[in-house]
């Protein structure tokens, strides 16, 4: 079903005067009144977020969608199959890391009193967040578990699984954007609040971006409460790369999606067929980048836009950064959000970190 129905008014042309540095480097021409970069032809009215992000990303160069959006119902289920590749090394290094130092885990959370109360971030289908729940409740603490994400499908998985699995388990899980959802983290009943935010799903923002983010956490947190966020660590450039280019074609098919989704959402025509994944991976900036790449000149149009894009023959559009960290920036991302390291959990082929923070009082 279509959803858009967006009334789009009065096209407004803006003035450029400056250039607008984009997550990659590279840069386009920007509105100096608001610093953003500038489209070329503005509908200001009820368009939808989505909507209002795709004609931003179509309209600049070079082109660019935002991750955040491959998680509808289909993007949900591909990234679940994602996550048992055997090129996706990540899912693995972080179970291994939950397995094997739960306890660890368990003390540096639980603090003495064994009481405090779970949100995760983002939490897709609670996979390997259920290994540690299992281990809190069998060690007797008193802990209740909110996940949050913006896909109903993986807050669905992930509830059968838990009430399953912990039917005497405190859960409220929550649809929605955790972006939009942070002032009501701020709950003063006293008991301590663990952040989860796993799968390096940091490594999809920019470095700015995750600083923002990062001290706008540290401003709902209590000086008690704790996060713990899963980093991806710099590692042979093969491993990595491998990573975001399965041989099963399953990340070009979760990239892809995208447009299905813009397809049926904002009434676009992509033709799949006329684009190809690309995925590559920088060891000097330590980032995979992903791309879609159209095959051939093309016109696609989007009518809840009203819009018409052109793409050259082998032009590309930016899918997603996934970064990948040395330890020295995990430190430094730490220190310059108001927090300080905990302690710090590898797997044992030190591809990964969980790094548990405590806000700087
Ligand atoms: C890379 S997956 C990681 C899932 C899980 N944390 C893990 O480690 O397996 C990213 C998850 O974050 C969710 N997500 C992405 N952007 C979000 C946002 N702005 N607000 C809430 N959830 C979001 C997605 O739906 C997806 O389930």
């Known amino acids: ?36 970069p500038l489209m070329q032809a503005v509908p200001t009215t009820e368009l939808t977020q989505f909507a209002e992000d795709v004609l ?3 309209s600049t160069t070079p082109k660019s969608l935002s991750s955040k959006y491959f998680y509808d119902d289909e993007g949900s289920r591909l990234f679940q199959e994602i ?55 069998k060690a007797g603490a008193d802990i209740s578990y909110s996940p949050i994400d913006i896909s109903q499908e993986a807050l669905d998985a992930l509830t059968e699984k838990f009430n399953a699995e912990f039917p005497t388990l405190k859960m409220s899980a929550r649809n ?9 983290l701020r709950i003063g009943d006293g008991r301590r609040k663990v ?39 710099q590692k ?4 990595i790369a491998n990573a975001y280019d399965d ?9 892809l999606n995208l447009l299905t989704r813009i397809n049926r959402e904002l009434g676009g025509n992509f033709n799949l067929g006329k684009f190809t994944h690309y995925a590559n991976y920088r060891p000097v900036e330590g980032s995979a980048r992903s ?51 905990k302690q710090n959990f590898f797997d044992s082929r030190n591809y990964y970190c969980d790094s548990l923070w405590r806000a700087i009082r």
Not at 236 to 239: G, K, Q, S
Request: aromatic residues 12%.
């Open 195 to 233: 952040l989860l935010f796993l799968g390096s799903n940091i490594g999809n923002f920019s470095r700015e971006q995750s600083v923002a983010f990062f001290r706008s956490l540290r401003e709902v947190m209590s000086d008690d409460d704790l996060l713990f966020i899963g980093f991806d660590l």
């Open 247 to 255: 041989a099963a074609d399953v990340t070009a098919k979760f990239n």
């Open 236 to 239: 042979d450039p093969h491993v």
């Open 291 to 341: 791309f879609l790449v159209s095959r051939e000149k093309q016109t696609v149009r989007i009518d809840a836009l009203d819009r018409e894009f052109e793409f050259d023959q082998w032009e590309a559009v930016f899918m997603e950064i996934s970064q990948k960290y040395s330890l020295r920036m995990i430190e430094e991302l730490a220190s310059e959000s108001g927090f300080q390291i």
């Open 56 to 58: 931003a990303g179509l």
């Open 176 to 184: 929605g954007d955790y972006f939009q959802i942070l002032d009501s």
């Open 1 to 36: 079903m279509a959803i858009y129905g967006n009334k789009i008014s009065p096209v407004r042309t803006t003035c450029v005067s400056g250039w607008h540095e984009h997550k990659d480097g590279t840069t386009s021409p920007m509105n100096n009144a608001t610093g953003r």
């Open 83 to 137: 996550m048992k590749l055997p090129e996706y090394y990540l899912t693995g290094c972080e179970f291994d890391i939950f397995s094997t130092q739960t306890e660890a885990i368990y003390r540096a959370f639980a603090n003495g009193d064994g009481k405090f109360d779970l949100i995760e971030l983002g939490a897709g289908d609670g996979t390997k967040t259920a290994v540690l729940v299992d281990h809190f409740l």
